[in-house]
């Protein structure tokens, strides 16, 4: 299967924080690594006042199933020092999943694919740029992106992650 993580961070040393995230995702078995996009320094959306993000999106491929992948994800979230305050508020390292190949949920433990994807530019950006033909939900990407703003999401091409050891 098909595995889209997003990454974000606007805490610490971000870039650092990505970069070491991504080796954890993979630093066990059941999860093969495809690709990663560019970086990209994008405005926060929603939430309090609060700094930057970086933000990536991560292509695996994966036989796992959801749950266990939520779970990585957040063993990932927690070893990257991640406080959880408010919603949408700072933090040093999200993870969401943004799709897990077909699989479709409503539980609000593992919503998929995540119910707010298709209308958050700082995902649909990088997941294009890594993936330009990738549909989210029967849509292509590129066509969800034509009608949002994406001013807030520059590319950050001095920055790019390493393929995971
Ligand atoms: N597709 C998903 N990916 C990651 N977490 C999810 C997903 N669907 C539901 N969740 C649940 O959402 C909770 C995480 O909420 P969190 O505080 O990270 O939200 P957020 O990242 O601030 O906001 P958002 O969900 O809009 O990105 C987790 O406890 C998890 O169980
Ligand atoms: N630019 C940006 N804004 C956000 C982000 C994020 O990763 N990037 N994550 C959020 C909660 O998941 C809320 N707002």
Redesign the pocket.
Known sequence: MKVVLALGSNLGDRFDTLQGALDALFDAPGFGFVAVSPVYETDPVGGPEQGHYLNAVVIAESSLDPRAI?ER??SVENAFGRI?ME??GARTL?????MVGDAVSDD?????P???AHERAFVLVPWSRVDPEATLAGRRVTDLLAGLDQEGVRLRADLTLQRPE
């Open positions: 939520l994800a957040q959880r919603r949408w999200d993870v969401d999943l943004i609000p433990e593992l919503t998929l995540h119910p707010r």
